[in-house]
């Protein structure tokens, strides 16, 4: 019997939670990152981070197979044993919490930047924390609903990119390798570390109602996010020059300031305000992760 099929997720919302966390804050900044370390070649490391990544979410979901009903503090109790179990455990718990912090954080920085800049800071917490407490409180599967509905509602996004089109110059990526190789595998740990969030397949596994179809969600959830991260990193190198891209903290809302229409100047504004939907999947995720791993070590 499933004990947590109260709360059971499709392969849709499995999909979605995946995406969810990989795709935050961090694709404003990463193309500057990336040309730092690699210049224009630096798309080129993400790819390789997509493999890694992909790699390490087959292989967690091979070892969840022996194990379907266990998450990680399951696991880590049947192989590590009662006492030494929690000594393994939290680490990875603070690892959550830290990771819902700091995006939740970087979330309210672009606010008080771009937005709100007068707003105090813990009214701007406030106003995120208590929307994200009431999807938190009800489960993954709320969770899950949650995530696909975002993605629906923001799938459109990345095809605004297609506006400045016509203002790339795709020379600017030619030609390839042109500091080498080695720039590439330095920056692959910053495009790696960017697109994490296969880890939380340890949480949300034993909720997966159709756990056969599980290594197709990873395949499918990295394929999305691998799409949004080199579509933007690929367009930022294109519209701005190799030496021009290192000036700008945010490259992508750089370039969204270019689009204007009759009826909207700041478009960018609009579409950073969107955007929090999709950023607030992914603290979200991590912070039910968090909660979730906290409820079983405490036997709440």
């Given amino acids: 019997m499933n004990k947590y099929a109260k709360n059971e997720i499709s392969l849709l919302q499995f999909i979605f939670l995946i995406h969810g966390a990989q795709v935050g804050t961090g694709i404003m900044s990463l193309p500057r990152m990336l040309a730092e370390k690699a210049g224009t070649d630096g798309w080129m490391a993400l790819i390789i981070g997509l493999f890694a990544n992909l790699l390490a ?173 080199l579509g933007v990193t690929v367009f930022c190198f294109a519209f701005f020059s190799p030496d021009e891209i290192t000036q700008y903290n945010q490259p992508m809302l750089s370039l969204l300031k270019v689009i204007e229409f009759r009826f909207l100047e700041r478009f960018d504004m609009i579409f950073l305000a969107v955007y929090l939907l999709v950023v607030s999947k992914c603290w979200g995720t991590y912070l039910f992760c968090a909660v979730f791993g906290t409820s079983q070590l405490l036997r709440q």
Avoid at 120 to 149: H, I, K, N, S
């Fill in 57 to 229: 979410g087959l292989l967690i979901v091979h070892i969840m197979k022996r194990f379907p009903q266990d998450t990680l503090y399951d696991l880590c109790k049947r192989l590590f044993g009662k006492w030494l179990s929690p000594i393994v455990f939290v680490p990875v718990l603070l690892f959550f919490v830290v990771s819902a912090w700091v995006v939740q954080l970087s979330a309210i920085l672009y606010i008080k930047a771009w937005l709100l800049p007068r707003t105090p800071d813990y009214v701007v917490m406030f106003l995120l924390a208590v929307p994200t407490y009431m999807l938190v409180r009800d489960g993954l599967r709320v969770v899950g609903r949650y995530c696909e509905l975002v993605f629906y509602m923001s799938a459109w996004m990345p095809f605004v990119l297609l506006l400045v089109a016509k203002d790339t110059n795709v020379l600017y990526l030619l030609p390839l390798f042109k500091e080498g190789i080695l720039p590439v595998v330095r920056a692959t740990e910053t495009a790696a570390y960017a697109i994490m969030g296969f880890e939380i397949t340890f949480f949300v596994y034993p909720f997966l109602k159709n756990k056969e179809s599980a290594a197709i969600g990873i395949v499918a959830a990295n394929a999305l996010t691998i799409f949004i991260y």
